[in-house]
T-cell receptor, first 114, second 112 residues
Framework: DGGITQSPKYLFRKEGQNVTLSCEQNLNHDAMYWYRQDPGQGLRLIYYSQIVNDFQKGDIAEGYSVSREKKESFPLTVTSAQKNPTAFYLC?????????????FGPGTRLTVT | SQKIEQNSEALNIQEGKTATLTCNYTNYSPAYLQWYRQDPGRGPVFLLLIRENEKEKRKERLKVTFDTTLKQSLFHITASQPADSATYLCASLYGGYQKVTFGIGTKLQVIP
């Protein structure tokens, strides 16, 4: 069963703690992305990676970090420096071969920081 | 900067009618536009992609148009069903087609 998995579905943390969100894909896609979605706003790009061991900042990278050590995995760390971390986080992947541009999304992780 | 605008107000239509959603873009000319469906609490699902040189694209009951003069894409669902109720997102590619910018989405409610 191919696809993207994100875990956990719900995550609760205390303010000041770092937290890592998991994203795994078995679609053999080169490109992976992290977005956050807030009520009344569109998806905003946090980080993206076109290839293993390389990643780029998106539009709202401050307070976040990522790694891409394996093609299948693109974990996102929400650090204590992120001022408003409570949000719905979505991971996506795309073939990245410039013949197909659709993004395949995971089910999302809803993070609540109090 | 690139901007994608969708009517944030919900659209309510009667079952069986055609739903039409609008996506406008400003400050740039995207080569591609995409449409996604998102159900509450879930990730978006890709529906259609249309290129700037394509006026129209169809997939089953879905139709997308791309008008570069009006800077607008229209998304139609014909013979709408209650199961079509969801939020529909318009998106465009930028950054050498490596990144996607999304509109806020329009919530569609199909009333039986």
């Amino acid at each position: 069963d191919g696809g993207i998995t994100q875990s956990p579905k719900y995550l609760f943390r205390k303010e000041g703690q770092n937290v890592t969100l998991s994203c795994e894909q078995n679609l053999n896609h080169d490109a992976m992305y992290w977005y956050r979605q807030d009520p009344g706003q569109g998806l905003r790009l946090i980080y993206y990676s076109q290839i293993v061991n390389d990643f780029q900042k998106g539009d709202i990278a401050e307070g976040y970090s990522v790694s891409r050590e394996k093609k299948e995995s693109f974990p996102l760390t929400v650090t204590s420096a992120q001022k408003n971390p409570t949000a719905f986080y979505l991971c996506a992947s795309s073939p990245g071969d410039r013949t197909s541009y659709e993004q395949y999304f995971g089910p999302g992780t809803r993070l609540t920081v109090t | 900067s690139q901007k994608i605008e969708q009517n944030s107000e919900a659209l309510n239509i009667q079952e069986g009618k055609t739903a039409t959603l609008t996506c406008n873009y400003t400050n740039y000319s995207p080569a591609y536009l995409q449409w996604y469906r998102q159900d509450p609490g879930r990730g978006p699902v890709f529906l259609l992609l249309i290129r700037e040189n394509e006026k129209e694209k169809r997939k089953e009951r879905l139709k997308v148009t791309f008008d570069t003069t009006l800077k607008q894409s229209l998304f139609h669902i014909t013979a709408s069903q209650p199961a079509d109720s969801a939020t529909y997102l318009c998106a465009s590619l930028y950054g050498g087609y490596q990144k996607v910018t999304f509109g806020i989405g329009t919530k569609l409610q199909v009333i039986p």
